[in-house]
């Protein structure tokens, strides 16, 4: 990957070793947090939840709006 220096003229970025790049995915891995049993299943309730939400208030407006085309349509024809 390049990096553009300030006189424009792309500077190419260090190298790493393959053994050196490992170690590094190992520690930025080290650095992971999964989340409990239990918040993965009240963020999967929350999920479910605003997922039922919002497809019932795009139910009602999709039948708002579509009441109103077929009533436009009913006064043009």
Same mark, same amino acid.
Not at 25 to 32: D, G
Not at 38 to 41: G, P
Not at 43 to 46: A, E, K, S
Not at 52 to 57: A, C, D, E, G, K
């Given at each position: ?5 300030k006189a =424009?003229e ?12 490992v170690?590094q ?8 947090v999964?989340?409990?049993t239990?918040?993965?299943?009240r963020?999967?309730?929350?999920v479910?939840?605003?997922t039922?939400?919002?497809?019932? $208030? $795009?139910? %009602?407006?999709d039948k708002?709006l579509g009441?109103?085309v077929?009533?436009?349509l =009913?006064?043009? %024809?």
């Open positions: 990957m390049a990096i553009e220096s =424009g792309k500077a190419k970025a260090p190298r790493v070793s393959v053994g050196e790049f170690r995915v190992r520690a930025e891995a080290a650095k992971i999964w989340p409990t239990s918040d993965t299943i963020m999967t309730i929350m479910l939840i605003m039922t939400l919002l497809s019932l $208030f $795009f139910l %009602g407006v708002i009441g109103i077929q009533f436009l =009913g006064l043009a %024809g």
